[in-house]
């Protein structure tokens, strides 16, 4: 059962993969072009990045908005790579943040990821509650190692920056101890609802803050590494071993605090960017998650990205009263980063071996201070209706793309739900045969 487990997430892609190709009209001859494949290394599975933006509306992708007339939403490398990849024109997400990171991460319904709601530290010692994903489920970055070992292959190496959103008030339920082999970013909602108390950076912990309950002494930006030194207050949490498992004291010892810096998502590009090139392809697959502060408010870019006035200057930064104009320039900057990582993976020549999930986590907020954009669906994020759920999401990358007949736009109407991603149990027919055709196509 462990061993089919772990085929369940590239399984899943290989079926849209296959779907795809098998029920999507295409602009030219289906028969042009057979699709090829050729690993950069033998052996080795293909390197998995995640794209995940926040609040995006359907309407903020270009190629979304061309259909609607919409001229304002430019996007060119989002657009370039839908265009070449998998369009998943019926891609469902919850309707709000921290379940659909849930769903996405563990492949279980909301029913079962009971305590994750969008403010992960809202828990009640008295009763025993940790908010965010229980404690040692098996999420994403698990089931890809998990994989790896059980076909004899090199194991992933695992990654994860930006918004984690699911877990934080446990050590044992932060990235790091949900599998991933190192992270740089927030755990809440966003940086600015946890970003203030640093009572973690210097010192010991004062007596009435139990180090097992994160949320009492929570910065807003962290690092964990497996391979870093310990941080300067590891010897007093070796001493709570009465309160800490053997797991929970490596993790807490591996966390770092960090200062905010002024633009999160320009510093997590970087860092993502860094992680890519640094990574060593030829030893092992790398399994990589990117998860932005944008759209969620606030909205935060450089300001290079707001239009010069006609004499040139640059203008004041776009205020509530011109929110449309904000959130058009934001989906630039995104646009951007975008871009940026996916010619970083080029440039580490990795390209043709890399599989890509582009997604928003659920449909555009539109309330006060946002101006996300959904049309022509109704609704928008905290409600069931299209709007709020539906959400811009492709396939890309080179093993993609060399897994298509070539000169054709695929765009897939198979519904597919957050949970669809990264099913980590049940029982498959034929699995190891599925498996085998995955690499093949």
């Given at each position: 059962?462990?061993?089919?487990?772990?085929?369940?997430?590239?399984?899943?892609?290989?079926?849209?993969?296959?779907?795809?190709?098998?029920?999507?009209?295409?602009?030219?001859?289906?028969?042009?072009n057979p699709?090829t494949?050729?690993?950069?290394t033998?052996g080795?599975?293909?390197?998995?990045?995640?794209?995940?933006?926040?609040?995006?509306?359907?309407?903020?992708?270009?190629?979304?908005?061309?259909l609607?007339?919409?001229?304002e939403?430019?996007?060119?490398?989002?657009?370039?790579?839908?265009?070449s990849?998998i369009?998943?024109?019926?891609?469902y997400m919850?309707?709000?943040?921290?379940?659909?990171?849930?769903?996405?991460q563990?492949g279980?319904?909301?029913?079962f990821?009971?305590?994750?709601?969008?403010?992960v530290?809202s828990?009640?010692d008295?009763?025993?509650f940790v908010?965010?994903?229980?404690?040692?489920?098996?999420?994403?970055?698990?089931?890809?190692?998990?994989?790896?070992?059980?076909?004899?292959?090199?194991e992933?190496k695992t990654?994860?920056?930006g918004?984690?959103?699911?877990?934080?008030?446990?050590?044992?339920?932060?990235?790091?101890?949900?599998?991933?082999?190192?992270?740089?970013?927030?755990?809440?909602?966003?940086?600015?609802?946890?970003?203030?108390?640093?009572?973690?950076?210097?010192?010991?912990?004062?007596?009435?803050?139990?180090?097992?309950?994160?949320?009492n002494?929570?910065?807003?930006?962290?690092?964990?590494?497996?391979?870093?030194?310990?941080n300067v207050?590891?010897?007093?949490?070796?001493?709570?071993s009465?309160?800490?498992?053997?797991?929970?004291i490596?993790?807490?010892c591996?966390?770092?605090?960090?200062?905010?810096?002024?633009?999160?998502?320009?510093?997590?590009?970087?860092?993502?960017?860094?992680?890519?090139?640094?990574?060593?392809?030829?030893?092992?697959?790398?399994?990589?998650?990117?998860?932005?502060?944008?759209?969620?408010?606030?909205?935060?870019?450089?300001?290079?990205?707001?239009?010069?006035?006609?004499?040139?200057?640059?203008?004041?930064p776009?205020?509530n009263t011109?929110?449309?104009?904000?959130?058009?320039n934001?989906?630039?900057?995104?646009?951007?980063?975008?871009?940026?990582?996916?010619?970083?993976?080029?440039?580490?020549?990795?390209?043709?071996?890399?599989?890509?999930?582009?997604?928003?986590?659920?449909?555009g907020?539109?309330?006060?201070?946002?101006?996300?954009?959904?049309?022509?669906?109704?609704?928008?994020?905290?409600?069931?209706?299209?709007?709020?759920?539906?959400?811009?999401?492709f396939?890309?990358?080179?093993?993609?793309?060399?897994?298509?007949?070539?000169?054709?736009?695929?765009?897939?109407n198979?519904?597919?739900?957050?949970?669809?991603?990264?099913?980590?149990?049940?029982?498959?027919?034929?699995a190891?045969?599925?498996?085998?055709?995955?690499?093949?196509?």
């Amino acid at each position: 059962m462990k061993y089919l487990n772990a085929l369940f997430p590239i399984w899943s892609i290989a079926c849209v993969v296959l779907g795809a190709a098998a029920g999507t009209k295409s602009s030219k001859d289906v028969k042009s072009n057979p699709p090829t494949n050729q690993p950069a290394t033998p052996g080795l599975l293909p390197n998995i990045l995640v794209f995940l933006v926040d609040d995006m509306g359907y309407n903020q992708v270009g190629y979304n908005a061309e259909l609607t007339g919409n001229t304002e939403i430019q996007t060119p490398h989002i657009d370039e790579h839908a265009k070449s990849g998998i369009i998943m024109n019926r891609g469902y997400m919850t309707p709000w943040c921290g379940p659909s990171r849930a769903a996405f991460q563990t492949g279980r319904t909301n029913s079962f990821n009971q305590n994750v709601s969008n403010q992960v530290s809202s828990f009640d010692d008295s009763i025993g509650f940790v908010g965010g994903m229980p404690p040692g489920t098996v999420t994403l970055a698990k089931a890809f190692k998990d994989l790896s070992r059980n076909i004899d292959s090199p194991e992933y190496k695992t990654s994860y920056v930006g918004k984690w959103g699911i877990g934080g008030t446990s050590w044992a339920n932060t990235p790091m101890g949900m599998g991933y082999d190192e992270f740089l970013g927030f755990w809440a909602d966003s940086i600015e609802t946890c970003d203030g108390w640093q009572t973690f950076t210097t010192g010991p912990l004062p007596q009435e803050i139990q180090p097992s309950v994160l949320a009492n002494a929570v910065p807003g930006y962290w690092q964990q590494k497996n391979s870093s030194v310990d941080n300067v207050v590891c010897p007093y949490i070796r001493e709570q071993s009465d309160l800490l498992t053997a797991e929970e004291i490596h993790i807490a010892c591996k966390s770092t605090p960090k200062t905010p810096p002024k633009l999160i998502d320009l510093d997590i590009m970087e860092e993502t960017v860094r992680i890519i090139g640094s990574h060593d392809y030829a030893s092992r697959p790398l399994y990589h998650m990117h998860a932005l502060q944008l759209m969620h408010l606030p909205m935060q870019y450089p300001k290079a990205y707001d239009d010069p006035d006609e004499a040139g200057k640059e203008k004041k930064p776009a205020n509530n009263t011109d929110l449309r104009i904000t959130t058009r320039n934001a989906m630039r900057f995104v646009d951007d980063v975008f871009g940026n990582i996916t010619q970083a993976i080029k440039d580490a020549g990795q390209w043709h071996n890399t599989i890509i999930l582009f997604s928003s986590d659920n449909g555009g907020a539109i309330y006060l201070n946002t101006a996300n954009n959904n049309f022509p669906l109704r609704g928008s994020k905290f409600n069931a209706f299209e709007g709020g759920i539906r959400v811009p999401q492709f396939l890309s990358g080179g093993w993609i793309e060399n897994s298509l007949p070539k000169g054709q736009n695929f765009k897939s109407n198979t519904y597919v739900f957050a949970l669809d991603w990264a099913p980590v149990s049940g029982l498959v027919s034929n699995a190891i045969f599925l498996f085998q055709l995955i690499l093949l196509i």
